[in-house]
């Protein structure tokens, strides 16, 4: 679909970014381009819709040497999508999502319907978001909109610069997940530009690893997983384990739920269940403003005193009995849970604030990776 | 006084309104010809930046911007005689420099993501300059033209000197044959004229600066969980 043929972009000032990339981009894949900041990846992407030039050999794509087309209808026949959204402040959502049809010359309708479709694919609700302006939004769903903008007229290949990474980590999750869920319907041929190898590994059907300028390992996630070429992917993928293979002890930190489920004091004893409810959590760490730790309660102290409406959290709350800082093994946490049949433990910091949560839920998922890393390694040992 | 001042008006009122009037034309010729001259520019400089041709420019404008007005006026009668003429340009040269600046700003100030987005989604040059950066420049370049109009009106008191008419004639012959009346009645009006215009362009900076500035907040919004 997307050949790239001898690559290289050299600076006036003699820096060279890229150096003979050679490869080819499957269609209806997700591509995942990946490297330290400098490795040349955005500068490869921004090669396909002719943002940057080469300094030499060429880019084909369907066959076709993209320098012998015009860059301004190239752009209108692939998607783009960029790491500070850059949706237009003036305009709204549905003139945003427009903007491409409009300049192809769609008509008014096609492009309302159209619009309306794409919005209902990433579940923002046309009546309600079509008149916003992107002020107006989360920016998870800012970068929604920048995503569909991008689909507006359905091109076959969509470019995404980093598109995630300046989102809080709860709506970059959902924005993966929606893009794996979109690309099983759409089959675009994605790039996809990013530095974070979770990410990589997650959406990627084939990922192409750069450093300075050069492709080190290309291929399916799991293949790299198993096989890295060198010691710069597998640092590369694998920075945790490295810690662990230096006998370093896990402290609690590492395993800890970085985001328990809180609540202040001043919270009335139906809005917690709702939000035990809602977040599937038997226990809430009760806070103040500061985030300090100032007692925990269960879902059955709750409904024990659920008849008296006048309660708050901060008459039924326990004080925390235990708990363990942020810098304790995780042996030690786990002898304390087993010996006091805890299922959880409240990681707090020495000024009392609150810095996790130890579950069983989140020691178990800490195992699962030790043993699937362990069997991994030992696997490209042997192999 | 005042009722000599306003005996004076209800009398004099059709030439004051003519003077008035001409007053208004001088001023809306030189700041829609510092508008149709400096804007492109601004536009040209923002888009290809070059630091030599940047700093020529600027430094043009700014020179005629210190040349004292009486100077500039009296400089421009040998070359363009006397007359309403002259003082257009001269005013013009005096609009030049803040709607320059203005539109320059209000260009840099365009957030580049959004700028590379426009050119990476296939907006030819002129596509993204009209539908994307001058909309969100607007607002910059209403306010140098307001604040360039409202200079300008009062700077075309001095270009009765040359012979331009308008309101500054009243107050000269009020000078010559000792009229207060004919001064104030017409410093008020240029300081009426003045005001006006101030608000006027001021209600059409603030309703698309509404549109455009009020909504330009590209960092993402506090994060929230959506359903």
């Known amino acids: 679909m997307i050949r790239f043929q001898d690559v290289s972009k050299v600076y006036e000032n003699g820096h060279k970014v890229l150096d003979g990339l050679t490869f080819d981009i499957k269609q209806g894949e997700i591509t995942v381009l990946i490297g330290p900041s400098g490795c040349g990846k955005t500068t490869a992407l921004k090669m396909i819709n002719r943002l940057i030039r080469p300094s030499a050999g060429e880019i084909l794509i369907e066959g076709k040497n993209i320098a012998g087309f015009d860059p301004v209808a190239l752009r209108r026949k692939i998607g783009y999508v960029i790491q500070s959204i850059g949706l237009f402040p003036h305009m709204t959502i549905a003139q945003n999502v427009g903007l491409v049809p409009r300049l192809l010359k769609w008509d008014k309708a096609r492009i309302a319907s159209r619009v309306d479709e794409l919005l209902a694919m990433v579940g923002l609700d046309p009546d309600t978001y079509r008149s916003r302006y992107p002020a107006e939004l989360s920016g998870g769903q800012q970068q929604r909109v920048g995503v569909i903008r991008a689909l507006a007229a359905d091109p076959s290949i969509v470019l995404m610069d980093e598109p995630f990474s300046a989102l809080d980590p709860i709506s970059r999750e959902q924005l993966q997940d929606e893009l794996i869920r979109m690309q099983q319907d759409l089959k675009k041929t994605i790039v996809f530009v990013t530095h974070d190898m979770d990410e990589a590994i997650k959406i990627a059907d084939t990922i192409i690893i750069m450093n300075a300028g050069r492709i080190v390992q290309m291929g399916p996630p799991e293949q790299i997983l198993r096989h890295p070429a060198d010691d710069f992917v597998r640092s590369f993928i694998g920075k945790k384990r490295l810690h662990e293979e230096a006998g370093e002890p896990v402290t609690v930190e590492r395993v800890m739920v970085k985001s328990p489920v809180t609540a202040y004091p001043t919270r009335g004893l139906a809005e917690a269940i709702k939000m035990m409810e809602n977040k599937r959590v038997d226990t809430l760490l009760v806070v103040d403003r500061a985030n300090r730790l100032l007692g925990q309660v269960s879902i059955y102290r709750i409904l024990e005193h659920f008849g008296d409406e006048t309660k708050t959290l901060a008459d039924v709350m326990q004080p925390a009995e235990h708990a363990v800082k942020p810098h304790t093994p995780l042996t030690v946490a786990l002898r304390m849970m087993s010996a006091h049949q805890l299922s959880n433990l409240p990681v707090i910091r020495d000024d009392h604030v609150l810095a996790g949560l130890i579950t069983r839920g989140s020691v178990v998922s800490h195992m699962a990776e030790v043993y699937a890393r362990k069997e991994m390694r030992e696997k490209f040992h042997a192999g | ?227």
């Open chain 2, 1 to 227: 006084m005042l009722a000599d001042l306003l005996d004076f008006i209800a009398v004099r009122y059709p030439d004051l309104l003519a003077a008035a009037g001409r007053h208004l034309a001088i001023t809306v010729a030189a700041v829609l010809l510092g508008i149709l001259v400096a804007v492109p520019l601004g536009i040209y400089l923002a888009e290809r930046p070059n630091r030599f041709l940047n700093g020529l420019v600027f430094g043009i404008a700014n020179l005629f911007q210190t040349i004292p007005s009486l100077a500039l006026l009296a400089v421009l009668i040998p070359l363009m005689g006397i007359g309403t003429r002259p003082a257009v340009i001269a005013l013009f040269l005096y609009s030049l420099l803040p709607i320059l600046r203005n539109t320059y700003a209000g260009f840099q100030s365009v957030d580049p993501s959004v700028t590379e987005a426009a050119k990476g989604m296939g907006c030819g040059t002129l596509q993204r300059i009209f539908l994307i950066q001058l909309p969100l420049a607007f607002p910059y370049i209403m306010a140098g033209i307001r604040l360039t109009t409202v200079y300008i009106i009062s700077w075309a008191t001095l270009a009765a000197l040359i012979g331009a008419g308008g309101l500054g004639q009243l107050i000269i012959s009020g000078i010559g044959v000792n009229r207060k009346e004919l001064i104030i009645s017409a410093s008020l009006l240029a300081i009426l004229l003045a005001l006006a215009a101030d608000w006027l362009l001021g209600m059409a900076e603030r309703r698309f600066s509404r549109r455009a500035k009020a909504k330009h907040g590209l960092s993402p919004v506090t994060p929230q969980m959506e359903t």
